[in-house]
């Protein structure tokens, strides 16, 4: 076995595995929140639908998505080799378990995970699978005066099957022609059931990340009085609070929008 | 707290071999004074066995004074039992009330396979504690007393290190059966001081991989261990080890570079 192999079938090592690609992830959810935020726009999804051309047409972006598929893949993968040789380490069971002071997250890690990764495959399956891959999506068209800034919207249909956005201008008028996502998410957040899973899951998100955040530190060996509570200040506030509640608000507040139409 | 002598139930596993499977078997305990340590009133225990024929339940102890690690009781859901930073020779029956039914198993963990009943054979400990906890000393002259400096905080948290007593608690306690918290605290008491430097980074690898090969489960910070710890050694000593370790196996080369040297 060559020495780097070695270091990375450690104990350790596979730790490491665990919390370099967990850390990741959560770096990855603030760019994921942030964007999202377009949501929240009402302009009939003009900024979030141009905003997901844009991730699916910017080359960067493109190559960090797959190096973000493959750390999920493998944060998975780790977490189900640890989890199995955890279990072998104790064969039988005690009877009689107290309660201890620890924290209810960090004994359902494995539990919380795996309520994720169905939730990332549903997911990715249902909004980044259908715009990829799927041709059941339409497209909008956006007018924007450029003298007055008003914008109109209408469907479009492209005339060859291979089209994927475009943007001119023409007498003053800038017209813009991207895929429609926007709609797909209106019509997925329309369904009660469906809103209930995201939040289900954002709830799982907020408990993962409320012990992960803190735990890659330690296991880093990143521990130090000076920013130890900012560590943990960042991993109970922003990871395990307001990032679960602004996703958690999108279904929710898609699903009020259909109620009050 | 019980004042008179007290009538306890006793649920104890026991277990022939290391081979045969173990089950719960009930005893009474009567006439148990509250002054007893939980090993005295095993003795009495023991004793009416003894006196009916019967084999004794077996179990580990030696100092009964908190400081040798052997004795290793599960009481309760809780290695050493209920109360926090004490042994179970440092446990005392006033800790239970008359009439109470108290369940003891022993460790369990695939790296500590069961001797007989509640003894447990801990060797794993050792044989982690051989792979690099110690610092090679070489003989000489006396050295001049305090020619090597240590700051006090260095002294103060190695020694905090230092007074794991391996008595495996940790790894009772902890969900994965992981020897992280032993590990790390054999490892970081000597990779704190200026003695410790020579073979601080060899130690560390040599100590997480035979670790390893002991079978022990992994950390997830749960933090269980810390908290039934008799030394009450934190966590921290895990942080510290595992910076070491990723210092030693990602970031320090240690062998010599053929090429220089030749003038």
Partial sequence: ????????????????????????????????????????????????????????????????????????????????????????????????????????????MGLLGSILLLFIVIHMGDFWFTYKYKETLGFKEYRTNLAT???????????????????????????????DLHSRIQWSFSHLWYVVFYVIAMVAVSFHL????????????????????????????????????????MPIYYYYLTLVK | MSQGNMNLTLKVWRQKNTQTAGKFVTYKAEGISPDMSFLEMLDVVNESLIKKQEDPIHFDHDSREGICGMCSLYINGRPHGPKRAITTCQLHM??????????????????????????????????IQQAGGFISVNTGGVPDANST??????????????TCIGCGACVAACKNASAMLFTSAKITQLGLLPQG???RWSRVQAMVNQMDEEGFGNCTNTGACEAVCPKEITLMNISRMNNDFFSAELFREEHTHDGGGNG
Avoid at chain 1, 213 to 240: E, N, P, R
């Fill in chain 1, 1 to 108: 076995m060559s020495e780097f192999k070695q270091t990375f079938n450690s104990s350790l090592g596979k730790k490491l595995i665990m919390a370099l690609t967990g850390l990741f992830l959560c770096t990855f959810l603030i760019v994921h929140v942030g964007g999202n935020l377009l949501l929240f726009k009402c302009d009939d999804g003009f900024a979030f639908n141009s905003y997901a051309n844009f991730l699916t047409h910017f080359p960067p972006i493109e190559v960090i998505a797959y190096v973000l598929y493959f750390f999920i893949v493998l944060h998975s993968v780790y977490a189900l080799v640890l989890t199995i040789k955890n279990r072998r380490a104790r064969p039988v069971g005690y009877a009689v378990q107290t309660k201890s002071p620890t924290s209810w997250s960090s004994k359902n």
């Fill in chain 1, 149 to 179: 800034n008003v914008t109109t919207v209408s469907d479009y249909k492209p005339e060859v099957a291979t089209f994927e956005r475009s943007i001119s201008t023409e007498n003053n008028v800038e017209i813009v022609r991207v895929k």
């Fill in chain 1, 210 to 249: 409320l012990h992960g955040f803190q735990s890659a530190f330690k296991t880093l060996g990143w521990v130090h009085k000076k920013y130890d509570g900012i560590v943990s200040f960042i991993g109970t506030w922003l990871f395990a609070v307001i990032i679960p509640l602004l996703f958690a608000a």
């Fill in chain 2, 94 to 127: 006033r800790s239970f009330s008359d009439g109470e039914t108290i369940t003891i198993e022993p460790w369990r963990s695939a790296a500590f396979p069961i001797v007989k009943d509640l003894a447990t054979d801990r060797s794993a400990f050792d044989r």
């Fill in chain 2, 149 to 162: 400096l240590i700051p006090k905080v260095i002294a103060d948290e190695a020694f905090n290190s230092a």
């Fill in chain 2, 197 to 199: 430097q020579p073979e």
